[in-house]
């Protein structure tokens, strides 16, 4: 009875803290097949119709670039673009979904629009004006939002967002 | 073999204990102190970040994939009416309000799997630029599943349980620090089939 206990509270304990790794595993997975794309590059979602739907909860009113990453051999090097009149942000998740960095464009217009994306600990080489940002596991999710500010501007949203770039940066 | 057989059992229980705890847990209710509420609204100040803890964390996981941090964005969620009542898609709502000290924000219905919900129209969400108001200047948006003259989400024919999303992007500061400080809608029950 004990020995039953115990080991259904491993599991219990294991199933919960597993299950956002596995359903990344399995979205990431699925974003790529859906798409045929290959990881470390930009996917460039149509907008989110009942459809057109990968994610849980999409919002309508983005428009969604997404990148299934690998850092773990080389790092990944961002170039955001910095839209007029509009919300757009890149966010960073990592393998246990944690959203481990986020910037919006008013803070790439100030800070600079080109982000090194490397695994924490990664020795890398290069310089450059971009700003390096360190993920806490070699796999994850970069999520890019564009806003559809107006109906009558979807194809002037949908330039800015294939406007984002992710290229592997050869080391 | 009658220790092998055993052994079997015990664990065939105890992992459809732990799964099916597990899976109990995360469907309840949470009451933690990350969770804020106010009415029928309810947002996780933890979702996303890295300080969420692991039940957060998979709730979020099965029911807001790739949140933001709340410094970015305020993701709050309703399954009720005002009166506390499941939110329900034979039943029509108005969601009232007046808007929100923040850049942008939307307020989008799910259906019971947290996916959009079909409709011809396409129609899933108003936000903050194409909601019309009324003389009052407050906005209100209906979920039903019969047309609306003005800022209507269809629900469907399916008889389903809904959900609400209202997100802030980029909310004001106080918003951040004491996100009950939102002057969040009313979701009213108007009729039900």
């Given at each position: ?171 | ?133 009324d003389r009052d200047g407050l906005f209100r948006i209906h979920l039903s599943s019969t047309p609306k003259e003005m800022n209507w989400i269809p629900t469907g024919q399916k008889d389903q349980k809904l959900h609400v999303t209202l997100r802030l992007y980029n909310p004001s500061p106080d918003i951040i ?17």
């Amino acid at each position: 009875m004990i020995a039953t206990l115990v080991l259904a509270a491993i599991f219990h304990v294991a199933a919960v803290a597993f299950l956002p790794d596995v359903i990344m595993a399995v979205v990431s997975k699925i974003a790529l097949q859906s798409s045929k794309a290959s990881v470390n590059t930009a996917i460039y979602r149509p907008r989110e119709t009942h459809d057109q739907q990968t994610i849980v909860m999409p919002s309508p009113d983005l428009l969604y670039t997404l990148c299934v990453y690998d850092v773990s051999q080389k790092p990944l090097r961002i170039e955001a673009p910095v839209p007029k009149g509009t919300y757009f942000s890149v966010a960073m998740y990592a393998a246990n979904t944690d959203n481990f960095f986020v910037i919006n464009d008013r803070q790439l217009e100030r800070d600079g629009r080109e982000i090194l994306l490397v695994h924490k600990g990664m020795s890398y080489h290069g310089s450059g004006n971009y700003r390096v940002v360190e993920a806490p596991t070699p796999q994850g999710i970069i999520l890019c939002r564009t806003l559809i500010t107006d109906e009558n501007r979807i194809d002037e949203m949908i330039r800015i967002q294939h406007q984002v770039t992710i290229t592997q940066v050869e080391q | 073999m009658k220790t092998a057989l055993k052994y079997l059992c015990i664990f065939l229980v105890a992992l459809v204990l732990g799964i099916g705890s597990a899976l109990y847990w995360l469907a309840r209710s949470p009451l933690d102190s990350n969770w804020v509420r106010k009415g029928p609204w309810k947002t996780n100040v933890l979702a996303g970040s890295e300080q969420s803890g692991m039940y957060d964390r998979a709730r979020v996981a099965i029911a807001g994939l790739l949140a933001l941090k709340k410094s970015e964005t305020l993701y709050y969620v309703a399954d009720t009416d005002d009166s506390g009542e499941p939110l329900r898609a034979i039943c029509e709502y108005k969601i009232e309000g007046k808007g929100f000290d923040t850049r942008w924000w939307s307020v989008t219905a799910y259906g019971s799997t947290y996916f959009l919900i079909p409709n011809e129209q396409k129609r899933y969400s108003f936000n903050g630029n194409n909601v019309t108001r009324d003389r009052d200047g407050l906005f209100r948006i209906h979920l039903s599943s019969t047309p609306k003259e003005m800022n209507w989400i269809p629900t469907g024919q399916k008889d389903q349980k809904l959900h609400v999303t209202l997100r802030l992007y980029n909310p004001s500061p106080d918003i951040i620090g004491d996100p009950s400080s939102a002057d969040l809608p009313h979701i009213i029950r108007e009729v039900c089939r």
